[in-house]
């Protein structure tokens, strides 16, 4: 079992949707990331959140940690977010540059 | 600043040739990374570095060695390349000092035929 699991796999959704994105993971953690990666390849770093919630434009992303689980929402969705998002976590005790990640969501955005 | 940096972009090897990639920051950051990305699976961490002259290994570190004889520069050498390591590749880096951010380099792409 993937220590982080990531849903949908895919989505699909219409310019303006309100989209979210989940991500549950089975360690204990000390912070998780949320990344974008563009049709091109490159991997930006949206969010790293330990507790709580953070914002940043459009996006939102949220973690509970007792439940081991997070979420990263999208308002008023446009095509240019067509992406995958991927999460990943730093366990516990581990190495902080040492990322968990789980296979990604593929969003399309259509206009 | 120039970020983390990656040459080449893109590489075909035949099985058995070894090639190193390159990779570079600017960032003075301590901690440095390198990962693969192959479909339908996460990426996956293979070496890291703590720091100049220290390194360990990853998950998936077999068939690959790294060096770290400086902060700037991480790079990644296949000694004897084989198909399964056909794979897009990623150089990360990031402060070692509390949780920041990693900063990913633009990826390299490889093919071993």
């Known amino acids: 079992k993937n220590e982080v699991e990531q849903s949908p796999q895919n989505l699909t959704a219409q310019e303006g949707e309100f989209i979210t994105i989940n991500c549950s993971y089975s360690?204990?953690?000390?912070?998780l990331h949320w990344l974008q990666q563009h049709p091109g390849g490159g991997i930006v770093s949206l969010f790293m959140?330990?507790?709580g919630k953070k914002k940043h434009g459009r996006l939102i992303a949220t973690i509970n940690i007792q439940e081991k689980h997070s979420s990263l929402h999208i308002t008023a969705s446009h095509p240019r977010d067509s992406a995958v998002y991927i999460c990943a976590v730093i366990r516990r005790g581990g190495s902080q540059g040492n990322l968990i990640f789980g296979k990604g969501t593929k969003l399309s955005v259509k206009p | 600043n120039a970020g983390v940096t990656q040459t080449p972009k893109f590489q075909v090897l035949k099985t058995g040739q070894s090639m190193t990639l390159q990779c570079a920051q600017d960032?003075?950051?301590?901690?440095m990374s390198w990962y693969r990305q192959d479909p339908g699976m996460g990426l996956r961490l293979i070496h890291y570095s703590v720091g100049a002259g220290i390194t360990d290994q990853g998950e998936v570190p077999n068939g690959y060695n790294v060096s770290r004889s400086t902060t700037e520069d991480f790079p990644l050498r296949l000694l004897s390349a084989a198909p399964s390591q056909t794979s897009v590749y990623f150089c990360a880096s990031k402060s070692d000092r509390g949780r920041y951010e990693q900063y990913f380099g633009p990826g390299t792409r490889l093919t071993v035929t």
């Open positions: 959140l330990s507790s």
């Open positions: 960032m003075n950051h301590e901690y």
């Open positions: 360690v204990g953690i000390s912070a």
